[in-house]
């Protein structure tokens, strides 16, 4: 085993809920969507219109920003619906499958015969390149850059986080042929970041990338984290990410010439009868992995009067509400995981000063820290009102990137350029602050606010 990365900064939120190693068939979705918004900074311009028949891999729109950057299907079908929201702005291109699984045919060769271009062209042509993220500010990747390093994280440590490498225990040719294909596009390294429980299975066994070995709290499955660990970004550099199931896709496309989006995901929380794994196409609804598999609700329940449960695509610190009936309910494109918890938006009669034992804490507030292995029940309540920052250091604990997170955050509130860039915004997208987020006695927005300061930093640099 390599040299191993030993964290002691983060926190691990340890809720009820986590998926079981079962793995079923989703049945499939009534509908699949492609959803810009998935997506930062993309302005997407029509290429299909409703009626049209498509197959797998065929493009629906591209990147005003980025013509060649292509979005395509996941299913065969015909496009059913283009769901528009304020200004005309398209919220998804919905697709309803035929059934038949055709796929767009592409020109494909043995790996080690590719070179840089050819790879890009394929990825172009198929829709794939969206897949590739860059840092800094997590968009997606310039197809004219030269990354220093291409990160693929085989390890996520988020509240209720599925086993990545269940997620991808039988696709090992995939995974070979994908990471062969991403050092094509690189004159850097292709690092492969897993915990160091894996010592069986198809990731113990890759030689296509330099493995890393880390251990640790939340955040040290975050990309962000593991790229401050191994290669730090600094002004100038660029970074691009690749998440596990896409690595699994792209070698797929190479291997067999068609697309093939279909992946494994989690479902999670204490709102599910039977937590386990899906397998299901990108772009499906989510009420296609949930109905049947959530708790019915009694008429009366302590924990959610008047909310019911809140469906994420993601995990509960990162994922988006998902509103099951809604034109954007549909799997995120870069999530492996969909959770379920009660909403909590009811009052709580002195709540702050019961003993609250079933309630979980950083701080020895309740008596809840005496029980640190306990798996807690949580809801969306706020547990208190947005205020003024508080000047206090418990966000440099679960912050394991050489940054001064309430600094930056300031820096960003007052659209400071230069403070941002010398604090880090660089080096950070809105998951590297989740946890501060999540522990902030101020209940303010840090995710939104580091968006905000990246979409500025954009701006200001184009």
């Known amino acids: 085993m390599s040299k191993v990365i030993k964290l002691r900064k983060g926190l691990d939120i340890n809720l009820v809920g986590s998926a079981e190693r079962v793995l079923t068939k989703c049945p499939a979705s009534a509908r699949y969507a492609v959803v810009p918004g998935h997506y930062r900074g993309v302005t997407p311009k029509l290429l299909v219109k409703v009626g049209d ?5 065929s493009p629906l729109f591209f990147s005003k920003e980025h013509p060649e950057v292509l979005f395509s299907s996941p299913v065969s079908g015909e496009v059913s619906a283009v769901n528009r929201g304020e200004k005309r702005k398209i919220l998804s291109v919905v697709v309803t499958p035929d059934g038949s699984g055709e796929s767009e045919s592409f020109d494909v060769c043995p790996v080690a015969e590719l070179d840089r271009q050819r790879v890009k062209e394929t990825l172009l042509k198929a829709g794939f390149w969206p897949m590739i993220i860059q840092r800094p500010f997590g968009v997606i990747a310039d197809t004219a850059a030269r990354p220093k390093a291409i990160f693929v994280s085989g390890l996520d440590t988020a509240p209720l986080a599925p086993d990545l490498s269940f997620l991808v225990q039988d696709q090992g040719d995939c995974i070979v042929a994908g990471l062969e294909v991403l050092k094509k596009l690189t004159d850097g390294k292709v690092h492969l970041t897993v915990g ?3 010592t069986a299975g198809v990731l113990s066994k890759i030689e296509q990338a330099e493995v890393h070995h880390i251990e640790g709290p939340h955040p040290a499955g975050n990309v962000g984290v593991q790229i401050a660990q191994i290669d730090p970004i600094g002004k100038g550099d660029v970074v691009w990410t690749v998440e596990l199931q896409h690595v699994v896709m792209i070698g797929r496309l190479f291997l067999t010439g068609t697309v093939d989006m279909s992946k494994v995901v989690a479902l999670t929380g204490s709102e599910v009868v039977k ?21 019915p609700k009694p008429e009366t329940d302590a924990r959610t009067d008047g909310g019911g449960v809140r469906v994420i695509s993601g995990n509960p610190l990162t994922g988006t509400k998902v509103e099951l009936d809604d034109v954007e309910g549909y799997l995120g494109f870069y999530h492996n995981q969909i959770t379920v918890i009660p909403e909590g938006n009811r009052y709580e009669f002195l709540g702050w000063a019961m003993p609250r034992l079933n309630k979980f804490s950083v701080s020895h507030s309740y008596f809840s820290w005496l029980f640190p292995k306990k798996r807690y029940d949580l809801d969306t309540n706020l547990n208190g009102g947005r205020r003024a920052f508080v000047q206090t250091g418990i966000y440099d604990k679960v912050m394991p990137m050489n940054i001064y997170p309430l600094y930056l955050i ?48 954009i701006k200001e640099l184009n």
């Open 53 to 57: 028949k498509v197959k797998a891999g």
């Open 196 to 198: 160091t429980d894996t």
């Open 275 to 295: 937590p386990h794994y899906f397998k299901v196409i990108s772009g499906a609804l989510v009420s296609s992995v949930t109905d049947g598999n959530l708790r």
């Open 410 to 457: 300031k820096a960003i509130l007052a659209g400071d350029i230069d403070k941002m860039e010398n604090l880090g915004i660089y080096e950070v997208i809105e998951e590297d602050v989740a946890l501060c987020e999540f522990i902030d006695p101020s209940k303010n927005e840090w995710q939104a606010i580091v968006g905000r300061g990246i979409e500025q930093m």
